[in-house]
Protein backbone atom coordinates (compact mmCIF):
# COMPACT_ATOMS: atom_id res chain seq x y z
CA UNK A 1 0.00 0.00 0.00
CA UNK A 2 1.25 3.67 -0.67
CA UNK A 3 0.63 6.68 1.71
CA UNK A 4 1.10 10.43 2.06
CA UNK A 5 1.52 12.23 5.21
CA UNK A 6 1.37 16.29 5.44
CA UNK A 7 1.97 16.89 8.95
CA UNK A 8 0.82 19.96 9.25
CA UNK A 9 -2.99 20.98 8.52
CA UNK A 10 -2.04 24.70 8.18
CA UNK A 11 1.48 26.84 7.75
CA UNK A 12 1.32 30.85 7.80
CA UNK A 13 4.09 32.69 6.49
CA UNK A 14 4.64 36.50 5.70
CA UNK A 15 4.58 37.31 2.33
CA UNK A 16 8.18 37.50 0.86
CA UNK A 17 9.90 35.18 3.67
CA UNK A 18 10.72 32.01 2.30
CA UNK A 19 7.78 29.04 2.79
CA UNK A 20 7.77 24.96 2.84
CA UNK A 21 5.05 22.70 2.84
CA UNK A 22 6.32 19.15 4.26
CA UNK A 23 5.08 15.96 2.43
CA UNK A 24 6.28 12.56 3.56
CA UNK A 25 5.88 9.28 1.34
CA UNK A 26 5.45 5.63 1.59
CA UNK A 27 5.76 3.47 -1.61
CA UNK A 28 6.99 -0.25 -1.96
CA UNK A 29 8.68 0.56 -5.52
CA UNK A 30 10.34 3.45 -6.87
CA UNK A 31 7.61 6.87 -6.45
CA UNK A 32 6.14 9.61 -8.53
CA UNK A 33 5.27 12.43 -6.50
CA UNK A 34 3.37 15.29 -7.71
CA UNK A 35 2.50 18.54 -5.95
CA UNK A 36 -1.03 19.64 -6.66
CA UNK A 37 -3.05 23.30 -5.66
CA UNK A 38 -6.42 23.77 -4.96
CA UNK A 39 -8.01 27.15 -4.55
CA UNK A 40 -11.27 27.86 -2.92
CA UNK A 41 -14.39 25.90 -4.65
CA UNK A 42 -11.93 25.19 -7.81
CA UNK A 43 -10.21 21.77 -8.58
CA UNK A 44 -6.39 20.81 -7.90
CA UNK A 45 -4.17 22.26 -10.56
CA UNK A 46 -0.75 20.58 -11.40
CA UNK A 47 2.49 22.45 -9.77
CA UNK A 48 5.21 20.03 -10.48
CA UNK A 49 6.62 16.37 -10.57
CA UNK A 50 9.63 14.05 -9.70
CA UNK A 51 9.69 11.35 -11.85
CA UNK A 52 13.66 10.18 -12.01
CA UNK A 53 16.73 12.41 -12.41
CA UNK A 54 17.86 15.98 -10.41
CA UNK A 55 16.33 15.41 -6.95
CA UNK A 56 15.67 19.39 -7.31
CA UNK A 57 12.33 20.37 -9.76
CA UNK A 58 11.23 23.10 -10.53
CA UNK A 59 7.58 23.92 -11.39
CA UNK A 60 4.95 26.55 -12.08
CA UNK A 61 4.70 30.04 -10.23
CA UNK A 62 8.07 29.80 -9.14
CA UNK A 63 7.51 26.72 -6.88
CA UNK A 64 10.57 23.47 -6.97
CA UNK A 65 10.24 20.74 -4.78
CA UNK A 66 13.04 18.83 -3.18
CA UNK A 67 12.97 14.86 -3.42
CA UNK A 68 15.32 13.01 -0.61
CA UNK A 69 15.10 8.99 -0.74
CA UNK A 70 16.35 8.56 2.37
CA UNK A 71 14.19 10.60 4.26
CA UNK A 72 11.29 9.48 1.55
CA UNK A 73 10.09 13.27 1.75
CA UNK A 74 9.01 15.15 -1.31
CA UNK A 75 8.86 18.93 0.55
CA UNK A 76 7.45 21.84 -1.42
CA UNK A 77 9.25 25.22 -1.29
CA UNK A 78 9.14 28.80 -2.54
CA UNK A 79 11.87 31.24 -1.93
CA UNK A 80 9.33 34.32 -1.54
CA UNK A 81 5.76 33.78 -0.81
CA UNK A 82 3.04 35.94 -2.22
CA UNK A 83 -0.68 36.42 -0.68
CA UNK A 84 -1.28 35.01 -3.79
CA UNK A 85 0.15 31.80 -2.82
CA UNK A 86 -2.42 31.18 0.03
CA UNK A 87 -4.41 27.77 -1.13
CA UNK A 88 -4.30 24.30 -0.18
CA UNK A 89 -1.53 22.17 -1.51
CA UNK A 90 -1.83 18.40 -2.03
CA UNK A 91 1.28 15.80 -2.12
CA UNK A 92 0.77 12.71 -4.12
CA UNK A 93 2.32 9.35 -4.75
CA UNK A 94 2.53 6.57 -7.02
CA UNK A 95 4.65 3.48 -7.44
CA UNK A 96 6.48 3.78 -10.46
CA UNK A 97 5.90 -0.02 -11.22
CA UNK A 98 3.97 -1.13 -14.42
CA UNK A 99 -0.18 -1.94 -13.61
CA UNK A 100 0.47 0.83 -10.56
CA UNK A 101 -1.81 3.49 -11.64
CA UNK A 102 -3.79 4.66 -8.47
CA UNK A 103 -2.18 8.40 -7.36
CA UNK A 104 -2.79 8.66 -3.44
CA UNK A 105 -3.02 12.39 -2.28
CA UNK A 106 -2.00 13.49 1.53
CA UNK A 107 -4.41 15.27 3.21
CA UNK A 108 -3.50 18.36 2.20
CA UNK A 109 -2.20 21.86 3.64
CA UNK A 110 -3.45 24.52 4.19
CA UNK A 111 -1.25 27.60 3.35
CA UNK A 112 -1.72 30.88 4.58
CA UNK A 113 0.54 33.95 3.31
CA UNK A 114 0.19 37.33 5.12
CA UNK A 115 0.43 40.39 4.09
CA UNK B 1 -8.98 26.22 -17.09
CA UNK B 2 -7.64 22.71 -17.21
CA UNK B 3 -10.36 21.36 -20.13
CA UNK B 4 -11.94 19.15 -17.61
CA UNK B 5 -15.63 19.80 -17.26
CA UNK B 6 -18.11 18.46 -14.75
CA UNK B 7 -21.92 19.02 -14.87
CA UNK B 8 -23.62 19.47 -12.69
CA UNK B 9 -21.70 21.94 -10.47
CA UNK B 10 -24.20 22.00 -7.58
CA UNK B 11 -26.89 18.73 -6.62
CA UNK B 12 -29.22 18.60 -4.15
CA UNK B 13 -31.31 15.55 -3.34
CA UNK B 14 -32.77 13.58 -0.75
CA UNK B 15 -31.51 9.87 1.14
CA UNK B 16 -31.87 7.10 -0.82
CA UNK B 17 -32.33 8.56 -4.05
CA UNK B 18 -29.97 7.80 -7.07
CA UNK B 19 -27.65 10.54 -8.85
CA UNK B 20 -25.69 10.49 -12.17
CA UNK B 21 -22.76 12.73 -12.16
CA UNK B 22 -20.85 13.88 -15.79
CA UNK B 23 -17.48 14.30 -16.88
CA UNK B 24 -15.83 15.03 -20.33
CA UNK B 25 -11.76 15.26 -20.11
CA UNK B 26 -9.54 17.35 -21.48
CA UNK B 27 -9.31 16.72 -25.09
CA UNK B 28 -6.69 13.88 -26.28
CA UNK B 29 -6.75 12.42 -22.71
CA UNK B 30 -7.73 8.62 -22.55
CA UNK B 31 -8.12 8.02 -18.76
CA UNK B 32 -10.89 9.38 -16.76
CA UNK B 33 -10.63 9.38 -12.67
CA UNK B 34 -12.97 9.87 -10.30
CA UNK B 35 -12.10 11.33 -6.52
CA UNK B 36 -14.41 12.27 -3.89
CA UNK B 37 -12.83 15.11 -1.46
CA UNK B 38 -14.74 15.35 1.97
CA UNK B 39 -13.92 17.24 4.80
CA UNK B 40 -12.95 14.32 7.43
CA UNK B 41 -11.57 11.80 4.23
CA UNK B 42 -9.58 14.26 2.20
CA UNK B 43 -9.10 12.92 -1.46
CA UNK B 44 -10.21 9.61 -1.89
CA UNK B 45 -9.66 7.78 -4.98
CA UNK B 46 -12.56 6.07 -6.36
CA UNK B 47 -11.88 4.93 -9.55
CA UNK B 48 -10.13 4.73 -13.26
CA UNK B 49 -11.18 4.33 -16.79
CA UNK B 50 -8.73 4.16 -19.50
CA UNK B 51 -10.19 4.70 -23.26
CA UNK B 52 -13.62 3.02 -22.21
CA UNK B 53 -12.23 0.16 -19.66
CA UNK B 54 -11.61 0.15 -15.80
CA UNK B 55 -7.80 0.47 -15.16
CA UNK B 56 -8.11 0.53 -11.45
CA UNK B 57 -10.38 0.64 -8.57
CA UNK B 58 -10.23 2.41 -4.81
CA UNK B 59 -12.66 3.17 -2.41
CA UNK B 60 -15.29 2.68 -4.12
CA UNK B 61 -18.71 1.70 -2.52
CA UNK B 62 -21.28 -0.60 -4.28
CA UNK B 63 -23.98 1.69 -4.63
CA UNK B 64 -21.47 3.72 -6.52
CA UNK B 65 -20.68 3.01 -10.61
CA UNK B 66 -19.05 4.27 -13.18
CA UNK B 67 -18.22 3.97 -17.41
CA UNK B 68 -16.47 5.68 -19.49
CA UNK B 69 -18.27 5.75 -22.97
CA UNK B 70 -16.77 5.47 -26.98
CA UNK B 71 -16.75 8.90 -26.61
CA UNK B 72 -14.67 9.46 -23.97
CA UNK B 73 -17.08 10.86 -21.36
CA UNK B 74 -17.50 9.21 -17.95
CA UNK B 75 -20.87 8.94 -15.90
CA UNK B 76 -20.38 8.50 -11.96
CA UNK B 77 -23.59 6.84 -10.70
CA UNK B 78 -24.41 6.91 -6.80
CA UNK B 79 -27.57 5.26 -5.38
CA UNK B 80 -29.02 4.64 -2.46
CA UNK B 81 -27.57 7.66 -1.30
CA UNK B 82 -26.84 8.60 2.40
CA UNK B 83 -26.13 11.70 4.33
CA UNK B 84 -22.28 10.72 4.17
CA UNK B 85 -22.09 10.61 0.60
CA UNK B 86 -22.14 14.51 0.66
CA UNK B 87 -18.92 15.37 -0.69
CA UNK B 88 -17.00 17.12 -3.25
CA UNK B 89 -16.98 14.57 -6.37
CA UNK B 90 -13.93 15.39 -8.73
CA UNK B 91 -13.32 13.79 -12.12
CA UNK B 92 -9.78 14.17 -13.92
CA UNK B 93 -8.09 13.35 -16.73
CA UNK B 94 -4.51 12.47 -18.17
CA UNK B 95 -2.84 11.36 -21.46
CA UNK B 96 -1.71 7.94 -20.99
CA UNK B 97 -3.19 5.41 -18.25
CA UNK B 98 -1.17 7.55 -15.35
CA UNK B 99 2.00 6.67 -14.87
CA UNK B 100 4.02 10.02 -14.95
CA UNK B 101 1.59 12.60 -17.01
CA UNK B 102 0.01 15.05 -14.41
CA UNK B 103 -4.22 14.69 -13.78
CA UNK B 104 -5.96 17.75 -15.19
CA UNK B 105 -9.27 17.98 -12.59
CA UNK B 106 -12.68 19.53 -13.35
CA UNK B 107 -14.43 21.87 -10.92
CA UNK B 108 -16.23 19.43 -9.45
CA UNK B 109 -19.42 18.38 -8.46
CA UNK B 110 -20.58 19.43 -4.89
CA UNK B 111 -22.98 16.77 -3.81
CA UNK B 112 -25.72 16.99 -1.15
CA UNK B 113 -27.74 15.12 0.46
CA UNK B 114 -30.57 15.91 2.68
Known amino acids: ?115 | DSGVTQTPKHLITATGQRVTLRCSPRSGDLSVYWYQQSLDQGLQFLIQYYNGEERAKGNILERFSAQQFPDLHSELNLSSLELGDSALYFCASSVGQGENSPLHFGNGTRLTVT
Do not use: M
Not at chain 1, 25 to 32: A, E, F, I, L, T
Not at chain 1, 68 to 97: I, M
Open chain 1, 1 to 115: AQSVAQPEDQVNVAEGNPLTVKCTYSVSGNPYLFWYVQYPNRGLQFLLKYITGDNLVKGSYGFEAEFNKSQTSFHLKKPSALVSDSALYFCAVRNSGAGSYQLTFGKGTKLSVIP
